[in-house]
């Protein structure tokens, strides 16, 4: 079957049972407290009429972690006030645009082969996204 014919394989939610490695594996373990704060504290810029905190899942691709997404409800505003951006999103696509900027806050912050990988990982599942123009628009 051609490539092109090929069905896009979407993130999957990680297991209850593997969440406690996800964060290290994704941020590294030195960084992962700063990392998922920097997660949460994006999402409340991003989307300060919409997001309150709460639980969040964590999903991963082809085994491999790639982002969080909050559970608190199924579409958020993302305020133009970082980026101009303007819209509506999924919850998951809010997940991905915040995790992209809190990789790219703290690649500013820590040398980090996790964080390099992570962020190229999650920019290149992105591209394939159903919403990749509006986390595109979101993260520019």
Do not use: C
């Not at 030195?30 to 999903?59: C, H, K, Q």
């Amino acid at each position: 079957m051609p490539t092109s014919m090929i069905a896009r394989q979407s993130a999957t939610v990680v297991p209850e049972e593997r969440r406690q490695e996800f964060l290290p594996t994704l941020f590294g373990r030195s960084r992962l407290i700063v990392a998922e704060n920097a997660v949460y504290t994006s999402m409340g810029w991003l989307s300060p009429l919409d997001y309150g905190g709460g639980f969040w899942d964590f999903y991963e691709h082809e085994g491999k972690p790639l982002f969080l997404a909050p559970k608190s409800r199924s579409r958020f505003r993302i305020t133009g006030e970082i980026t101009g951006f303007q819209g509506e999103v999924s919850a998951e696509a809010a997940g991905i645009i915040a995790t992209l900027f809190a990789f790219s806050h703290l690649s500013f912050h820590y040398q980090s082969e996790h964080l390099s990988k992570g962020y190229g990982r999650l920019y290149a599942y992105s591209t394939d996204h159903p919403e990749a123009a509006e986390i595109f628009q979101a993260i520019d």
